[in-house]
């Protein structure tokens, strides 16, 4: 006798089966292994976080009133606090006399000359502080610092080229890279628009295109995500929205963005929403410190126009964060990005919906771990 209801055991379900994931901001896939998770785990650890830190180091070369390796001293700064980094990654006109792009008679070898600038952004005088334990008003004049510098910095690369880009980030944490451990972000200006940047940004054209009645492409994902609720981290009223995204490459990668309205860089806020997204991105961040209970590392960017828009209803761009933390099962043991990652695509183990509802248990109240 033929089976007339399929067995229970042949249904696909997304937190056990392995499948894949397309990420209409990227055009990429990620390959999603639920049960890989379970795998004992004989890898490298990392080291117990001992970050207790003081209020004022005097070692510190970001703290108000030291001096720094370059024998330049910070003032007695007391809000957020923006400076040329002494060792930047970019020059204001390192090769002037290069105007075109160099090929040295082959197509295999091109470069492009540019030029740009990278600030230092002390984001509170207090060495022990990082943006999670900071109170409202205090995050509310780092995203003031963002707005500063991105339309100084973009209005000088509007001054000399049409195209260019101001990219604020943050690293967090030894474990990324951080250098120094005084609460801080970075800005790289630069004169061309970075490939992340460019795909999006031709992402967000193609789907207008093909979707005439859409206002743009991030607010028709949030509708669904708002709609589907189980990768939704936590909301505001203001409209910004917190999910683990459905392709998210990272085990508790989240992506901050506007549920309400088209907004295409910070400078489009208005006070309600700034104020809005200063407090989900403490809620977020309270809930990453006190998920393994620890300093939580991460790799954070803001995303929005890539200068500030000329005719901000028409850009085609979309204000979102996003938050790459390497943390895999606990504090000590991350996520590394090799082999397949490396050579194919991107892979996880913990499926999104998962990892959000991991984050959604996680308290949001500041402990001492975010400090």
């Not at 990227?26 to 004992?40: A, D, E």
């Not at 995203?143 to 049409?162: A, H, N, P």
């Amino acid at each position: 006798m033929t089976q007339s209801v399929e067995s229970s055991s042949t249904l696909f379900r997304p937190e056990e089966h392995v499948h894949r994931r397309f990420n209409p901001l990227t055009g990429k896939h990620v390959l999603v292994s639920p049960h890989r998770s379970l795998r004992p785990w004989n890898g490298q650890t990392e080291p117990t976080s001992t970050d207790v830190r003081p209020s004022y180091d005097p070692g510190c070369y970001l703290c108000p009133g030291n001096e720094r390796s370059t024998g330049h001293s910070n003032p007695q700064y007391e809000g957020v606090y923006i400076f040329d980094n002494d060792f930047p990654a970019l020059l204001p006109d390192s090769l002037p006399q290069l105007s075109t792009k160099q090929t040295s008679g082959s197509e295999f070898f091109q470069s492009d000359p540019v030029r740009g600038s990278c600030k230092v952004i002390c984001f509170h005088p207090r060495h022990d502080l990082s943006m999670a334990s900071m109170k409202p008003e205090e995050l509310n004049q780092v995203l003031d610092g963002w707005k500063k510098v991105y339309k100084e910095e973009g209005s000088m690369i509007v001054e000399k080229s049409s195209e260019g880009c101001v990219q604020i980030f943050e690293n967090r944490g030894a474990m990324m890279g951080c250098s120094a451990p005084h609460p801080h972000g970075q800005v790289w200006t630069t004169s061309f628009i970075p490939d992340e940047h460019a795909t999006e940004l031709s992402n967000f054209r193609q789907y207008l295109s093909t979707h005439p009645s859409s206002s743009h492409l991030l607010l028709d994902y949030a509708k669904a995500e708002l709609d589907a609720g189980e990768r939704v981290v936590t909301s505001h009223e203001s409209g910004w929205l917190a999910v683990v995204p459905f392709w998210a490459t990272w085990p508790f990668e989240v992506l901050i963005l506007p549920s309400k309205r088209h907004i295409p860089s910070i400078l489009q806020m208005s006070e309600e929403e700034q104020a809005g997204l200063a407090a989900i991105m403490k809620d977020v961040l309270a809930r990453y410190d006190n998920l393994f209970s620890c300093p939580f590392p991460y790799s954070m960017g803001l995303h929005q126009a890539p200068l500030p828009p000329k005719d901000a209803a028409k850009d085609p761009s979309q204000v979102h964060l996003h938050f790459y933390p390497p943390l895999l099962r606990s504090a000590t043991i991350r996520k590394f990005m090799v082999g397949f990652e490396l050579m194919g695509e991107s892979q996880r183990d913990i499926p999104p919906e998962q990892a959000a509802t991991r984050l959604r248990a996680s308290s949001a109240s500041i402990t001492a771990v975010s400090k």
